[in-house]
């Protein structure tokens, strides 16, 4: 039931927001005509000529971000303050990409009152249109409830929360009589949930009925993932926990975009390249890249790639070190590490040492943004819970990272982790890239 209502009003929006960005461009274009014939004379044909040869670099910015960002309509459910602001931030972003563009292609010399008119015209229609669809709850689901008070509590408080359907609870019923199913036949009900088992058997008869019913899975699983689906097999249809929210598309377009902007930025860094191996054969004895197996995504084994920051063999003296060690056991990091050399310190304070990772995103092995890959010998020592980190590929850059890397604990870092799977987005990984930047440059906690 909830699943129908989520997919027609996240394409309403989305198809709405389409057709918002469509007339507020060309709105504002029409505005700032209009505003520059009362002062000068201007030839409108072509004005407008060009406003149309660089239209489709605003659709091609703008509707892709639209989509991701109209997302996280898929969930349930949805604070539409939190989806407000996610909105307006979707479209400076999608602004700032697509002028980005034209400046690269040099056709940037529209007017900036256009583009600010635009900016206007396209947020006011976007947020009156998510309140407009909020208020108007005119269909909502009518439900019944099988089961006790204070589970149905908390179903309340999450349909009250959500805010582009309503769902209308008709009763609670504690306890079922034989009437209850000449009030289905005769009510007008679209959705009854059961919450006990012991309501189990009046599933076949709702289905029967031909009214939608759905059976609370937490008195059976205690712990149970916030990542549910039900997916039709042979005669049985098999109940799957996920790590990590399913959202295959957007991890697809994610992974899509790893490789083309690890690609751009191998070419961006290249003299970087070719400069760093000839300073660290000059400066030390050893290879210029240092391999080293880690476990990737649910485990698997690749040689991540790194510019050497080391003396030689500095692995075997880990041991004489252990005992120094200023993160948990599992982790080994120092501060003073005698094993780094003087051009490692430098390159490790600005993290060129990991540039060659570029090179692992590019094989698919690694990602832009996710958890940092850890070594296979630690996540022997995991206590079961931080494992759930490698249910995406690792990253070049994380929260993590951009939030102190070394100079935070182990337990934090692993939740910082956590918090990255559960609550990852296209506009989360952006934010995270950004803000990698001046983490680089200042070098807070990179030892």
């Known amino acids: 039931m909830i699943q129908q209502k989520k997919a027609f009003s996240r394409w309403i929006i989305t198809l709405a927001d389409i057709g918002i960005i469509i007339l507020a461009y060309w709105l504002a274009v029409l505005i700032r005509a209009g505003l520059l014939m009362l002062s000068e004379s201007i030839e409108i044909g072509w004005y407008l000529s060009y ?11 703008f509707i892709p971000i639209i989509i991701l960002n109209n997302s996280s309509l898929q969930y349930f459910p949805v604070d539409k303050y939190k989806f407000y602001t996610r909105t307006i931030s979707s479209l400076v972003i999608a602004l700032l990409i697509s002028t980005t563009l034209l400046y690269y292609f040099k056709l940037f010399t529209q007017s900036r009152i256009a583009l600010f008119l635009f900016f206007i015209i396209s947020t006011i229609s ?14 909502c689901i009518r439900t019944l409830i099988l089961g006790p008070e204070k589970e149905v509590e908390e179903i309340k408080k999450v349909f009250s929360i959500h805010a582009f359907f309503g769902i209308d609870i008709l009763e609670v019923l504690k306890e ?36 939608t019913v759905s059976y609370y899975l937490k008195g059976e699983f205690k712990e149970l993932s916030s990542f549910v689906s039900v997916e039709q097999m042979l005669e049985s249809p098999l109940l799957t926990f996920h790590p990590v929210p399913p959202q295959y ?12 902007l690890a690609f751009i930025l191998i070419i961006l860094f290249s003299p970087l390249f070719a400069v760093i191996p000839i300073i660290i054969k000059l400066t030390s004895r050893g290879p210029v890249l240092y391999r080293h197996q880690r476990s990737g995504l649910n485990g698997r084994r690749f040689m991540m790639l790194k510019f050497r920051t080391m003396f ?59 958890p940092r890959p850890p070594l296979p010998e630690e996540v022997e020592k995991y206590e079961g819970w931080e494992r759930k980190r ?39 990984d952006l934010v995270i890239l950004l803000k990698t930047i001046p983490a680089v440059i200042s070098g807070r906690g990179a030892y």
Not at 51 to 61: A, D, N, R
Not at 402 to 412: K, Q, Y
Request: with cysteine; charged share 30%.
């Open 51 to 61: 406003y149309v040869k660089i239209f489709p670099f605003f659709l091609i910015t």
């Open 390 to 428: 490698l249910s995406m590929k690792p990253g070049l850059t994380c929260l993590w990272q951009i939030s102190g890397r070394s100079d935070i604990g182990f337990e934090e870092w692993m939740k910082l982790d956590l918090e990255y799977m559960d609550n990852w987005s296209p506009i989360l």
């Open 249 to 260: 598309i957007q991890l697809f377009l994610k992974y899509t975009v790893d490789k083309l």
């Open 176 to 211: 079922v009589d034989e009437n209850f199913i000449e009030r289905l036949k005769s009510e007008s009900v679209d959705w009854v949930i059961v919450l006990k088992k012991e309501f189990k058997s009046y599933i076949p008869i709702c289905e029967n009925l031909g009214i």
């Open 126 to 139: 976007m947020l009156l249109l998510r309140e407009f669809i909020s208020r108007r709850r005119n269909n």
């Open 312 to 370: 030689e063999k500095a692995d075997e003296m880990k041991e004489l070190l252990i005992h120094k060690n200023e993160m948990k056991n599992i982790v080994f990091k120092m501060r003073e590490d005698p094993r780094i050399t003087k051009l490692g310190r430098i390159l490790r304070q600005y993290s060129l040492d990991e540039l060659p990772q570029l090179i692992n995103v590019l094989k698919g092995e690694m990602s832009l943004v996710g």
